[in-house]
């Protein structure tokens, strides 16, 4: 039975979706179907950090299988910041005109990619982020103590640098292209899960129009959360770092030249 085409962009072909993995055999090869079939033009470009598991094996089969399919593998887990950025790099070398980012756990629900790439094909935003946060957006099958560390965390992040998103440490997102390159091709501080949110708060100071779409975020189906207490300590100290730098420069050189944040 054939697939109707959910993908709102004319170009589809443009649109890639960068996934990084780690350990997720159980879940690529689903993931990967049903990415294909809400954006069945786009490009998916699976990024594997060595999984020792056998995703990486995995990713290349299917990539053999299917020419929409594209694997990068890297030679060990450097931290989810720098697999995506590795995996923007050859998406935007690649000709992409929106990038996505997602997980490959099915947190992140592929049903959901028109409502995130069809902002930026209409020319209304330049980064979208799925939001658990704004208006009708919503957690699932998650207890109180994270839902407090994640939802503290965004609160955290969007007060102290003063961001209008609702959802800052979420990471699935779309860019346009333009935008990504401006931001990644810089000085990102962060590696781990915090990359999330400073590359939001890098697109804000270069005046990207942000868009918040809500989703219905749900636990990871298989395997294991990779969340720890490391992680919940180097976003704060990045936050921190980050405003206080920004105090910094605009006490030394007078009010930072920097784009104003545009209402979602």
Do not use: C
């Not at 109180?144 to 440490?169: K, N």
């Not at 779409?213 to 936050?239: N, Q």
């Not at 930072?256 to 545009?262: N, Q, S």
């Amino acid at each position: 039975m054939s697939i109707e085409s959910t993908d709102p962009v004319t170009d589809a072909d443009r649109v890639w979706v960068v996934l990084p993995t780690y350990n997720e055999a159980d879940n690529l090869e689903l993931m990967a179907k049903a990415i294909l079939q809400h954006v069945p033009r786009a490009t998916l470009l699976v990024v594997d950090d060595a999984s020792p598991d056998g995703t990486g094996e995995i990713a290349d089969r299917l990539a053999s299988e299917d020419r929409r399919i594209q694997v990068l593998h890297r030679a060990g887990k450097e931290g989810l910041g720098k697999a995506y950025r590795h995996g923007f790099r050859v998406a935007l070398d690649g000709g992409a005109a929106i990038v996505v980012q997602m997980d490959a756990d099915f947190s992140h629900d592929p049903s959901a990619l028109p409502s995130l790439i069809a902002p930026i094909a209409d020319g209304t935003a330049d980064l979208v982020i799925g939001s658990r946060y704004a208006p009708g957006g919503k957690v699932a099958d998650w207890g109180l103590a994270r839902r407090m560390i994640s939802r503290g965390g965004s609160l955290f992040a969007r007060a102290v640098l003063q961001l209008d998103a609702h959802d800052l440490t979420g990471g699935y997102k779309a860019w346009r292209a333009e935008t990504l390159a401006a931001v990644s091709g810089g000085e990102v501080r962060a590696g781990g899960y915090v990359f999330q949110i400073e590359m939001t708060y890098r697109a804000s100071r270069a005046g990207a129009s942000v868009a918040e779409v809500p989703i219905t975020f749900v636990d990871r189906r298989l395997g294991s959360s990779k969340m720890s207490r490391r992680i919940i300590f180097e976003a704060f100290a990045v936050v921190v770092a980050l405003r206080w730098d920004e105090l910094r420069q605009r006490t030394s050189h007078g009010p930072a030249e920097v784009g104003t944040e545009r209402s979602e």
